[in-house]
T-cell receptor
Framework: DAGVTQSPTHLIKTRGQQVTLRCSPI?????VSWYQQVLGQGPQFIFQ???????GRGNFPDRFSARQFPNYSSELNVNALLLGDSALYLCASSRNPGYGYTFGSGTRLTVV | KNEVEQSPQNLTAQEGEFITINCSYS?????LHWLQQHPGGGIVSLFMLSSGKKKHGRLIATINIQEKHSSLHITASHPRDSAVYICAVRTNSGGGADGLTFGKGTHLIIQP
């Protein structure tokens, strides 16, 4: 069974650009969460989706948005990129929000 | 003050030593996770706890709900255990599905 897959693995963008990150959960997992991990820090919660609806949102500006598709895959969009958005973006899936999480390997975004 | 505090931040030990990593939290939780992160970013879920103790191989995790404290122990440590160990909690959100709140991690190095 494939794990949580994220794409792309690495990405370099310029300030002001927009980026879309993708996540495919484990088959049967209906909940997807997104986290931002800045170098040297623990991950910070961005969004959680369950059954295609937003179930939670962390303390991130409106430049960050996400959605979940009927097949439970998810996209994270970041507009008007800032240098400070450079981070590892992690996706985690679970059967539902109360179950254990499986993490993807992350997308490393560098904003220059 | 961070809602999730880990100690120590850094730990270097010799192969074979018994390792203890501590996690304290200040909020009501429904579950606590111990995660392992290797260089490059991939996160592996080790344990999810809501009470008591769990054991998997050389790893043992305990939680004391009343004291809001959890420990991760590694017996007979090995250089391959070198990684960042992260404590994360799922808070009691009163019906909503919030994401995890993470500690900053403990950077463990096991020397041969």
């Amino acid at each position: 069974d494939a794990g949580v897959t994220q794409s792309p693995t690495h990405l370099i963008k310029t300030r002001g650009q927009q980026v879309t990150l993708r996540c495919s959960p484990i088959s049967g997992h209906k909940s997807v969460s997104w986290y931002q991990q800045v170098l040297g820090q623990g991950p910070q919660f961005i969004f959680q989706y369950y059954e295609k609806e937003e179930r939670g949102r962390g303390n991130f500006p409106d430049r960050f948005s996400a959605r979940q598709f009927p097949n439970y895959s998810s996209e994270l969009n970041v507009n008007a990129l800032l240098l400070g958005d450079s981070a590892l973006y992690l996706c985690a899936s679970s059967r539902n929000p109360g179950y254990g999480y499986t993490f993807g390997s992350g997308t490393r975004l560098t904003v220059v | 003050k961070n809602e999730v505090e880990q100690s120590p931040q850094n730990l270097t030990a010799q192969e074979g030593e018994f390792i203890t990593i501590n996690c304290s939290y200040s909020v009501g939780i429904s579950a606590l996770h111990w995660l392992q992160q290797h260089p490059g970013g991939g996160i592996v879920s080790l344990f999810m706890l809501s009470s008591g103790k769990k054991k998997h191989g050389r790893l043992i995790a305990t939680i004391n709900i009343q004291e809001k404290h959890s420990s991760l122990h590694i017996t007979a440590s090995h250089p391959r255990d070198s990684a960042v160990y992260i404590c994360a909690v799922r808070t009691n959100s009163g019906g909503g599905a919030d994401g995890l709140t993470f500690g900053k991690g403990t950077h463990l190095i096991i020397q041969p």
